[in-house]
């Protein structure tokens, strides 16, 4: 299909540009950034079109599924079952993952390694992203929200709010990053 040709332009070019560095670099960013969000609308617009919305589906898969799409060496763990949760709340974790996954990318280098857990609980689910990365420096986040960058307050912070979760950020420098997100688990609509 065309859109399997033009993700694979941008992947190519996203790889490529880390390789070369310099105004290639920004350019191979941009074009990972435009991945991950065509790939998004095309996860949106099968699940439209197949009537998906509310169906409940396994988080595991749809994490594994993102951790490939990574261009990361990512390991995903969780139980031996499927996590079942609703398409909305498996596709806005799902897309904090991904974002988690994007700024390891961008943050830490393209051969970086991550990990992704995936705990199953009684009334809700726990999903973990490490980096094995520098860190973000004490007080970064404060100073990029505060000049207008938002991705992590909207894009991570944001979404688990929504889902009526709770985000929490662990990190020194030199000891890379490790995400965790509470997300209650939702009834089915």
Do not use: Y
């Amino acid at each position: 299909m065309v859109h399997d040709g033009v993700l694979q332009v941008l992947a190519l070019v996203q790889r490529r540009g880390a390789e070369l560095g310099g105004e290639a670099a920004e350019l191979g960013a941009l074009a990972g950034e435009q991945e991950k969000a065509l790939r998004t609308l095309i996860r949106q617009q099968d699940e439209t079109a197949s009537g998906d919305l509310g169906a409940v589906g396994d988080l595991a898969a749809a994490l594994e599924g993102v951790a490939a799409q990574s261009g990361l060496v990512v390991e995903v763990s969780g139980p031996g079952g499927p996590v079942e949760l609703p398409a909305p709340a498996r596709r806005e974790l799902a897309d904090v993952v991904a974002e988690c996954l994007a700024n390891v990318a961008r943050h830490v280098g393209a051969d970086a390694r991550a990990w992704v857990l995936v705990e199953n609980l009684t009334d809700q689910v726990v999903v973990t992203v490490r980096d094995e990365g520098p860190g973000i420096p004490a007080g970064r986040l404060e100073a990029a929200e505060a000049e207008g960058r938002l991705g992590v307050v909207e894009s991570i912070r944001g979404r688990i709010r929504d889902l009526g979760g709770q985000a929490s950020l662990f990190t020194d420098s030199g000891l890379g990053v490790e995400w965790e997100f509470t997300v209650p688990r939702q009834e089915e609509p």
